[in-house]
């Protein structure tokens, strides 16, 4: 890259956002290590932290949308033109692994919504809830209050590299 000296590097890097994202970097990581491949890392990575019901802010713990329905979302990239990428998925747990599969399987770029899931069905990705019991208390806490702001919790999502 023009103005941007190349640094070697010796081993793998993993890096990703958000401090929730340590505990799947451990668990990818040996894989990565030992010669395997990055892509393979990052989704793992990635479906460590969609499976967490810990985690409010994406996957399987994150908080409902103000219709009381998760909806997940989710990207891969390895080069401008190789990518992959579902938004609004409604019945699979790991929308990572569905955009990858758009990536490697399909000309898309994205699919979304009901077509993403779909898609996901055609590919045998399992449906399975996309509503930890804890996201869905806090959610019904929130509709019992009736206050008129935002759900509860933050939004985010994870980044790996």
């Known amino acids: ?18 401090p929730f994202s340590l505990a799947a970097n451990a668990a990818a990581w040996p894989a990565l290590a030992a010669g395997g491949s990055s892509l393979d890392a990052v989704e793992s990575v990635c479906r460590i932290v969609e499976d967490d019901p810990a985690i409010e802010s994406v996957g399987y713990g994150g908080l409902p949308d103000r219709s009381g329905l998760p909806s997940l979302d989710g990207c891969v990239m390895q080069a401008p033109a190789r990518c992959g990428s579902v938004c609004a998925i409604r019945r699979h747990r790991h929308p990572v692994s569905i955009a990858r599969r758009v990536m490697e399987a399909t000309p898309h770029v994205m699919l979304s919504g009901p077509g993403a899931d779909e898609f996901a069905d055609r590919q045998g990705f399992p449906e399975e809830p996309l509503l930890a019991p804890a996201a869905r208390e806090k959610y019904q806490a929130w509709i019992a209050a009736q206050k008129d702001e935002p759900p509860p919790g933050g939004h985010d999502t994870v980044g790996v590299l």
């Open 1 to 18: 890259m023009r103005g941007y000296p190349r640094v070697p590097v010796a081993e793998p890097i993993l890096l990703s956002t958000w």
